[in-house]
């Protein structure tokens, strides 16, 4: 009989590290993991790569509004006709709102 086996997806980071840490330092690293808001690869990783961990309360939450935001003004735009200064003036509200977001979603660990 033959046994298939399934076939494993490619993997962004294929190779695994294990490594030992004393208490002192288990303890610094979970509590730095858990401020962070990241999981331990992702703290890991921006660590070494020298980008800078940033810890913002309710980050995700203010993530969703501007995204709403910028979804509610992209709507206006389409909908309706305000004329050519009124139209420049939302679209550069949204071109404000994607760049908030790309930052805010960047510095939220984000890519």
């Known amino acids: ?13 294929p190779f695994a590290y294990s490594f030992r840490v ?16 990241m999981n331990r690869t992702d703290y890991l ?4 790569s020298d980008k800078p961990i940033v810890s913002i309360d309710n980050g995700h939450e203010i993530l969703y509004e501007l995204k709403r935001h910028g979804n509610n003004l992209n709507q206006a735009v389409k909908s309706g006709y305000y004329g050519y200064d009124t139209e420049q003036e939302i679209l550069s509200a949204v071109a404000e709102c994607k760049r908030a977001y790309r930052k805010l ?7």
Do not use: F
């Open 45 to 48: 990783i921006r660590t070494l």
């Open 1 to 13: 009989m033959l046994i298939e086996r399934k076939k494993q997806p490619n993997r962004q980071r």
């Open 22 to 37: 004393s208490a002192a330092e288990k303890t610094l690293l979970d509590r730095k993991v858990t401020q962070s808001g």
């Open 105 to 111: 979603s960047e510095a939220l660990g984000g890519a």
